[in-house]
């Protein structure tokens, strides 16, 4: 493995392998089939990228990503390795010339999609060709119980007929029991070493809010946690992504759409944005996002309820791809739930596929609805224990409250029988309320015992109680009947009295935390932070001129490994994780020349906490106190704490914060130190015994100042 670990070293920049790639590896060189189940970013790519450039000949690559071959192409050349593409996208001459490359041996890497992959030209350019290895990437689209299905992908299994001495790697980032073993089936890989990671993502935060308007908590939820950062959000329709990208221009973010009704030159040229540019949020309908490499999204937002957990699972992988904190942050509401029963059940597929298709929508609701940790359910999906609550999602940061809800739930329940099951949730719910409506006097539903029954409840709350009914199964939709809630057999022992029911208690308002989790730049310190942004900045204008991602020149993660250790000079700089020996080569004199250009602050270069640092630099600016408080949505009182660090720190003084005269500061110092002579010092005693001349923020501040 000497050779591989140099290649590694030499061409990525990375001093060890992760996970199980080098087991992976091993493997692949030695010739065998490999099965390999990895969450997305976890390093699959490298798995086969090194065994075809250690092994003869050229690693065949199939990919359903016709879109984004080149900039995987830029990627791996820019890492100092030969790759190409052939694809649609191409001009005859350019597809010969890669044909001519192919057979001279003068090619790492090629990649191409399932449908030429199998066609009698293509095969018939292999023959001629020595190759390392096939890689099967998105081995997934091969299970017609999967959730991206792709008929090309069944003919793959020809190529261990043709070529059956060359060693074949299937990857995918998400795959239940079934549709794994229907990856062994379909591609003949029965015989094939399995590797099966984690499937944890545990820098990404999972929250998941129901209710209404989910335009307006969107926006709470970007603006409060990711005001400047690149993200996804998911639609349902075409409409919506064209509305709702809209809505976040208007709101002045960069927000592009993309769905297959846009024309293709269109949906290329806002893909490019999206990789190349920063701060980008791509509005798509789930057409987009598979194998897209861009490592700082920082969050995936879903508009409305994925269809199985599958679908969940991978799109809010596309989060977080470099480790750094990330969101997944979900809204769905009564509407889906009905939507999506109604397509399961007006599918024309046969009942087999329709029976799995609501398996797992109702797994996807169970998520939606339940009270305990979001992680474990999506663990136990895909056949992973976790033992313990992950902490790190909604559930097990603010653990939802239930409440006794049988009663409620009868009534419910009550109304739809007594209305005679011809109505949809909100007509139910005027009844419940007692609206005076002409359409419930016409039908004499005003005569009902169920008629303002439920007026100690909501119209909200009326609705989240409808949702967690239809989700467990007392309620069906009613396709044919325009959507009319009917009783299923389930609700019998609950409207008997025989059982009761504890659901999620509404919550009226989502309030929004900035926290650690969803800081994308948490990671760089106040002090660091301007050499940050000079490297950012220079990064950009690289890549503008390249042609290319920013993160194809480095990511983020480097970026702040190198603001970590601040090497000066390039033995030092070849340590930093992701900078290769070509990268070294291109980058290092200009990075160096930077570090030197942005010494770091000595005076924020401490112990400190960076929300305390971010305070003192404020502070050392000039500005005021009262507007630092409003500047950070903090309370003037948290300003002055965070001063009292500084000032125990040597870092300012008291006087600077406090504004007082020596003589005032020494009058308080005597009646400290007088009242920490007697025992149990409480600055209570202080203030007091100062008749309250001066406020708990200045006799903190003037306490700090004085040493131990």
Not at 192 to 200: P, Q, T, V
Not at 509 to 527: D, G, L, N
Request: proline share 3%; with cysteine.
């Amino acid at each position: 493995m000497v050779q591989a670990l140099n290649i590694l070293k030499q061409r990525f920049g990375y001093d060890s392998f992760r996970f199980q790639q080098q087991e992976i590896i091993e493997t692949l060189i030695r010739g065998q089939d490999v099965l390999v189940l990895m969450p997305t970013g976890g390093g699959k790519s490298v798995c086969y990228q090194i065994p075809a450039i250690i092994r003869e000949g050229t690693g065949i690559v199939i990919s359903p990503l016709i879109a984004l071959m080149q900039d995987q192409v830029d990627a791996l050349e820019h890492n100092g390795i030969r790759a190409a593409f052939l694809n649609s996208t191409q001009s005859a001459e350019q597809q010969q010339q890669v044909r001519q490359q192919l057979l001279n041996n003068e090619i790492d890497l090629l990649y191409v999609a399932p449908e030429r992959a199998m066609t009698a030209d293509f095969l018939q350019l292999l023959q001629l060709t020595t190759i390392s290895l096939f890689a099967i990437d998105e081995a997934h689209c091969v299970s017609q119980w999967g959730h991206d299905f792709r008929r090309d992908y069944q003919n793959l299994y020809r190529l261990h007929d043709l070529f059956p001495e060359i060693p074949r790697i299937a990857l995918t980032a998400t795959a239940d029991q079934r549709t794994r073993h229907e990856i062994e089936q379909q591609l003949n890989l029965q015989q094939a070493e399995k590797f099966i990671h984690s499937f944890d993502r545990p820098n990404i935060f999972y929250q998941i809010t129901e209710g209404q308007n989910n335009r307006q908590r969107l926006w709470n939820f970007i603006n409060g946690s990711h005001a400047q950062d690149a993200g996804i959000v998911y639609c349902l329709s075409r409409k919506q992504v064209d509305s709702t990208a809209s809505w976040l221009c208007a709101k002045g973010r960069n927000a592009l759409p993309y769905h297959a009704g846009l024309d293709k030159e269109m949906r290329a040229d806002h893909q490019r944005k999206f990789l190349q540019q920063e701060s980008v949020i791509i509005v798509a309908t789930i057409a987009f996002g598979m194998g897209i490499d861009k490592p700082d999204v920082r969050f995936v937002a879903h508009m409305n309820l994925p269809k199985n957990i599958e679908s969940y699972y991978q799109e809010t992988g596309r989060a977080g791809r470099d480790g750094l904190p990330a969101n997944a942050w979900l809204a769905y509401g009564l509407q889906d739930v009905i939507t999506l029963r109604q397509m399961a059940q007006d599918s024309d597929a046969n009942e087999d596929h329709k029976r799995n298709v609501h398996h797992k929508l109702e797994a996807m609701l169970g998520l939606c609805e339940q009270t305990r940790c979001r992680r474990q359910t999506i663990l136990n999906y895909f056949d992973e224990v976790m033992e313990k609550p992950c902490g790190h999602c909604d559930n097990c940061v603010t653990p939802p409250p239930t409440w006794d809800a049988t009663e409620a739930s009868r009534m419910a329940l009550s109304c739809i029988y007594r209305t005679g099951q011809r109505f949809g949730v909100n007509y139910l719910i005027d009844v419940l309320l007692g609206k005076p409506h002409e359409r419930i006097i016409q039908n004499n539903h005003d005569k009902v015992s169920t008629y303002g029954i439920g007026t100690l409840l909501s119209n909200a709350e009326w609705h989240s109680i409808y949702r967690q009914l239809i989700a467990l199964g007392y309620i069906i939709s009613d396709a044919e009947s325009y959507g009319a809630l009917k009783l299923a057999p389930q609700c019998k022992p609950l409207l008997k009295g025989d059982e009761s029911l504890q659901l999620r208690q509404y919550t009226k308002q989502e309030t929004v935390k900035k926290t650690s989790s969803t800081k994308s730049r948490s990671s760089v310190r106040v002090a660091d932070q301007p050499l940050f942004n000079a490297l950012r900045t220079y990064r950009k204008d690289l890549a503008e001129k390249l042609g290319v991602p920013p993160f194809v020149i480095l990511h983020d993660k480097t970026l702040q490994d190198i603001c970590r250790h601040r090497p000066d000079n390039h033995a030092q700089m070849a340590t930093i994780s992701g900078i290769g020996a070509k990268k070294l080569d291109m980058y290092g004199a200009d990075i160096l020349g930077l570090i030197a250009q942005h010494p770091i602050d000595n005076a924020l270069d401490n112990g400190l906490s960076d929300t305390v640092n971010e305070t003192i630099k404020l502070f050392r600016e000039g500005i005021a106190i009262p507007q630092i408080a409003r500047q950070r949505e903090l309370t003037e009182s948290s300003v002055y704490h965070h001063l009292c660090a500084a000032i125990a720190e040597d870092i300012v003084t008291a006087q600077e914060v406090v504004e007082l005269d020596q003589s005032s500061i020494d009058d308080i110092i005597y009646t400290i130190e007088l009242s920490t002579e007697d025992s149990g010092f409480s600055m209570k005693t202080v203030f007091e015994a100062l008749e309250g001349a001066y406020d708990y923020n200045t006799l903190n501040c003037v306490k700090a100042s004085l040493r131990e």
